[in-house]
């Protein structure tokens, strides 16, 4: 049974850096990978917001657009983990961050319900 596994929220200042990582198992398991966030009282027929997708290969990758300056994200196929490296924090970045597979091609602008399967979410905090 496939399983996204999330981690590397906390709460951190505005200013500061996280690394998020999502794990996929088993480890011969390969998909498109994106990180997605729902901010805090999102209702929750909203749906999450798109931050940044990675393609297997890792050769192409998508971001929103106020992602584009600030996050990058990363895979290590070795250890199949997809990365969310996020820089210069914000407060209006705090939510719960998500990862998610999918077998759709990618593209810009990238589409929640492309994906299929998701993890638990982690924590992301920004507070001063």
């Known amino acids: 049974q496939v399983q996204l596994v999330e981690s590397g929220g906390d709460l951190v200042q505005p200013g500061e850096s996280l690394r998020l990582s999502c794990t996929v198992y088993p480890f011969t398991v390969d998909y498109n990978i994106g990180w997605f966030r729902r901010a805090p009282g999102t209702p929750r027929e909203r749906e999450a917001e798109g931050v940044a997708c990675i393609t297997r290969s890792g050769a192409n990758r998508f971001y929103a657009d106020f992602a584009k300056e600030r996050f990058i994200i990363s895979r290590d196929k070795q250890k199949n983990t997809v990365y969310l490296q996020m820089n210069d924090l914000r407060h209006n970045d705090t939510g719960i961050y998500y990862c998610?597979?999918?077998?759709?091609?990618?593209?810009?602008?990238?589409?929640?319900?492309?994906?299929?399967?998701w993890g638990q979410g982690t924590q992301v905090t920004v507070a001063s």
């Open positions: 998610a597979r999918t077998s759709h091609s990618l593209s810009s602008p990238f589409r929640v319900g492309w994906f299929e399967q």
